[in-house]
């Protein structure tokens, strides 16, 4: 049996940045009592956008659940690398993603994948902005909408994005179907399992978001980040592309 001091040997840590876990942090945080701010999405320009219209739909339950909701639209948003970050759709993007504690990303599936459109929103928002992870700690509800039969290749491509920006990206999800048998003339969600999916989604994240924003800061405080300053930080993260 190995002695108890063998168990805490650990010469390979620095000792001014490892913490013990804050358990009274985790189980009795500050709470804000603002109603949770949530941004939405979607992944088409098209003008009957159904990534758009599901997301609409989600806004309004969202609302009912008592969230603030913003929608970003992806119109005029030049691609990656071809503009500079002080483009005004770009730092739009990116003050609506300040502001808000939870996200909803919503994409048709085209060719397998998310969309470019999607795609290209997620990736003008950095990993970081100097010390600042303008993602991180946030939380993720995804959902995807199919011209044909229902699949799930867009949706497993954003949660492997959103754990890359390090989202709280919850478990619950939403893959609807043929959208265009599931909308109105007036661009309304018909009643169907689907509806209530998109439902039970947005019930989720409304809770995930109570209980974690005032914890994020925490949650994703790490040792290997403490052991860095704000200049080195910037450093890694924003290497020049080669």
């Not at 199919?146 to 999800?173: C, D, E, H, K, Y």
């Not at 978001?209 to 290997?224: A, I, N, Q």
Request: glycine share 6%; charged share 25%; aromatic share 6%.
């Amino acid at each position: 049996m190995r002695r108890a001091s063998a168990l805490t040997d650990t010469p390979q840590l620095d000792e001014a940045c490892f913490r013990a876990i804050d358990r009274q942090t985790l189980s009795q945080p500050i709470r804000s009592t603002h109603p949770p701010r949530i941004l939405l999405l979607h992944g088409s320009l098209r003008k009957r956008s159904y990534s758009r219209l599901l997301n609409a739909e989600a806004a309004r339950i969202l609302t009912r659940l008592g969230a603030e909701t913003r929608v970003f639209d992806p119109a005029g948003l030049p691609l990656p690398d071809d503009a500079e970050a002080d483009h005004p759709k770009v730092q739009e993007l990116r003050d609506l993603v300040a502001w808000s504690e939870g996200m909803v990303w919503c994409s048709p599936e085209r060719h397998g994948a998310m969309t470019g459109v999607l795609k290209s929103q997620i990736d003008w928002i950095p990993l970081t902005l100097g010390a600042i992870r303008p993602s991180q700690g946030k939380t993720l509800a995804l959902m995807q909408v199919s011209g044909g039969s229902q699949s799930f290749n867009a949706l497993n491509q954003m949660r492997v994005l959103g754990r890359w920006m390090r989202m709280l990206t919850i478990p619950n999800q939403s893959s609807v179907a043929k959208a265009f048998l599931e909308f109105d003339d007036d661009g309304r969600m018909k009643p169907s399992s689907y509806y209530d999916r998109v439902v039970d989604v947005m019930e989720e994240l409304v809770k995930f978001t109570w209980l974690t924003r005032d914890l994020g800061p925490h949650l994703v405080d790490r040792y290997s980040e403490r052991k860095e300053t704000a200049a080195q930080l910037s450093a890694r993260v924003n290497q020049r592309s080669v």
